[in-house]
């Protein structure tokens, strides 16, 4: 599995955008890029995933870059709710062991 | 619709007494099924995964077992609890082809 690094927390005002970074450097041609989030004391949510193009959903945005090696997860008005750990994780298409870092925890200030 | 059910909700047993955890997935045949564990204010730590009834993989050579009797039962065993055991564990599905983890509710476990 190719390893992330994210920071460990972040604050985002709220109503303001909350940019996520996560780098993957050894990311491989068939690993897809995928976001969670876990609420205090609650099981982690799926929010987004994507290969090379950039992605949107209801919930969320993601950027890739073009060489793969790292990802911006966007929430474009973040509010109290969003307050949760993000993780970002690489998964191959058929791959069976998943593993998750730290990932980071956001905090939006009102 | 696909469900996940983990039971209890929470826990609390004495050091040494035995531990079976339970985790079934509804609509949905064939799963990947996974255990991590979290401790307090830590990541997610891979435990255990399965491809299929019968196949487990283990990532963490402690006092835990897991098993799959049945294609979408996933359950997570000790026969003597430690202290360290304590913590917040998680089952998970995903089919087999480029989707996401689906996580329950989870085990709040206190070993005391």
């Not at chain 1, 790292?70 to 929430?75: A, E, K, M, P």
């Not at chain 1, 709710?81 to 191959?92: F, G, H, K, L, S």
């Not at chain 2, 039962?73 to 996401?100: E, H, M, V």
Request: aromatic share 10%; with cysteine; glycine share 8%.
């Amino acid at each position: 599995d190719a390893k992330t690094t994210q920071p460990p927390s972040m604050d985002c005002a709220e109503g303001r955008a909350a940019n996520l970074p996560c780098n993957h450097s050894t990311i491989s041609g068939n690993e897809y890029v995928y976001w969670y989030r876990q609420i205090h004391s609650q099981g982690p949510q799926y929010i987004i995933h994507g290969l090379k193009n950039n992605e949107t959903n209801e919930m969320a945005s993601l950027i890739i870059t073009e060489d793969r090696k790292s990802s911006t997860l966007i929430l474009p008005h973040a509010t109290l709710r969003d307050t949760a750990v993000y993780y970002c994780i690489v998964q191959e298409t058929s791959g069976s062991r998943l593993t998750f870092g730290e990932g980071t925890q956001l905090t939006v200030n009102p | 619709s696909q469900t996940i059910h983990q039971w209890p909700a929470t826990l609390v047993q004495p050091v040494g007494s035995p531990l079976s955890l339970e985790c079934t997935v509804e609509g949905t045949s064939n799963p990947n099924l996974y255990w991590y564990r979290q401790a307090a204010g830590r990541g997610l730590q891979l435990l255990f995964y399965s491809v299929g009834i019968g196949q487990i993989s283990s990532e963490v050579p402690q006092n835990l077992s897991a098993s799959r009797p049945q294609d979408r039962q996933f359950i997570l065993s000790s026969k003597k609890l430690l202290l360290s055991d304590s913590g917040f564990y998680l089952c998970a599905w995903r089919t087999t082809y480029n989707s996401p983890l689906h996580f329950g509710n989870g085990t709040r476990l206190t070993v005391t």
